[in-house]
Nanobody
Framework: QVQLVESGGGLVQVGGSLRLSCAAS????????MGWFRQAPGKEREFVAA????????YYADSVKGRFTISRDNTKNTVYLQMNSLKPEDTAVYYCAADRWGFGATTPTSYDYWGQGTQVTVSS
């Protein structure tokens, strides 16, 4: 069992930056692939970024490529999402998720554990 707790969300102006953190419980964090997803009101949950267990393979949605960076620190059981050049369309609840197979995937159904989400609001 893995428990995930996101933090770092908030209100930011267009063009600003935020860094989301996702702290995981359990001794097996370093074997999990991790992902970030987001869900805006009235929309389906969508993939944002993912990272494999060792941190050397990452994936990004086209909409965030070049602006967002996913990283992990296995010594701290934490995965991060650095978000720069934020746009109003980035407004959503952001969720982190853990994939026990370690790959980090782009589809929500590939993940076994989810956090409760953190709100990101980008104002214009």
């Amino acid at each position: 069992q893995v428990q995930l707790v996101e933090s770092g969300g908030g209100l930011v102006q267009v063009g600003g930056s935020l860094r989301l953190s996702c702290a995981a419980s359990g001794r097996t964090f370093s074997s999990y692939g991790m992902g970030w997803f987001r869900q805006a009101p009235g929309k389906e949950r969508e993939f944002v970024a993912a990272i494999n267990w060792s941190g050397d393979i990452t994936y990004y949605a086209d909409s965030v490529k070049g602006r967002f960076t996913i990283s992990r620190d296995n010594t701290k059981n934490t995965v991060y999402l650095q978000m720069n050049s934020l746009k109003p369309e980035d407004t959503a609840v952001y969720y982190c998720a853990a994939d026990r197979w370690g790959f980090g995937a782009t589809t929500p159904t590939s993940y076994d554990y989810w956090g409760q989400g953190t709100q990101v609001t980008v104002s214009s």
